[in-house]
Each structure stands twice: as C-alpha cells, then as structure tokens.
Nanobody, 127 residues
Framework: QVQPVESGGGLVQTGGSLRLSCAAS????????VGWFRQAPGKEREFVVA????????DSADSVKGRFTISRANAANTVYLQMNSLKPEDTATYYC????????????????????WGQGTQVTVSS
C-alpha cells in the first residue's frame, strides 16, 4: 500500500510553468503505474497523464499533449508533472494516483483503475 502526496501547485499566469510532485511512502511505489488526474469546479475528474512503473512509457490526454510531461525518479519515490504553456482551462485540482492495473497495451486512463489517491493540489492559471 502507498499513500501519494502532491505538492507544487499554485497561481501562475497564462503561458507560465509549474512542476507538480507526487511523493509516496513505501518501498513499492516504484512498482506502481502513476497517473495524474484533474478536476475543475463543476466538472468531472479527468485523466491528464500517466507513466509506467519503469518510467519508459507515458500517455497523455490530447488536451495537454506537447505541454505537460510526466517523469519519475524511483530512487526518490517521486513522480513529477512538468506543466508548460499553461492556459486558464488548466485551472483545476490535480490529483496523483497509483495503479497496479496492467493492460495488454497502453496505460490505465480511468479512475477505477487507480487504487490509491492523494488529496490533491490546486493549480490556478490567471488570464
């Protein structure tokens, strides 16, 4: 069992950058797929990006492709979300989640495929 904890959220202007971190206790964090989801006020929580346990495979939602990058440092039990060229529509609470769901192809994108969730960190992009 792992407990993800997010950090790094804040207020940034349109076009700016932020890096979110997801740290987790437990030596097994490196064996989990990790995903980032976000939820804006009045909207459903949506998939953003995911990274495989090894870090060798990633997947991104079309809305963030080319702007957001996920990476992980397993020695530090930490996953990072680098967000560039931020837009007001990126404003949301961002959640880190861990999964053991294995697919024949690709990485999990649905909330039910993720077992452990952090409390979230707020990202606000001003126009």
């Amino acid at each position: 069992q792992v407990q993800p904890v997010e950090s790094g959220g804040g207020l940034v202007q349109t076009g700016g950058s932020l890096r979110l971190s997801c740290a987790a206790s437990g030596r097994t964090f490196s064996s989990y797929i990790v995903g980032w989801f976000r939820q804006a006020p009045g909207k459903e929580r949506e998939f953003v990006v995911a990274v495989s346990a090894s870090g060798g495979e990633t997947d991104s939602a079309d809305s963030v492709k080319g702007r957001f990058t996920i990476s992980r440092a397993n020695a530090a039990n930490t996953v990072y979300l680098q967000m560039n060229s931020l837009k007001p529509e990126d404003t949301a609470t961002y959640y880190c989640a861990a999964s053991t769901w294995r697919l024949v192809q690709g990485l999990p994108r649905f909330q039910y495929q993720y077992m452990y969730w952090g409390q979230g960190t707020q990202v606000t992009v001003s126009s």
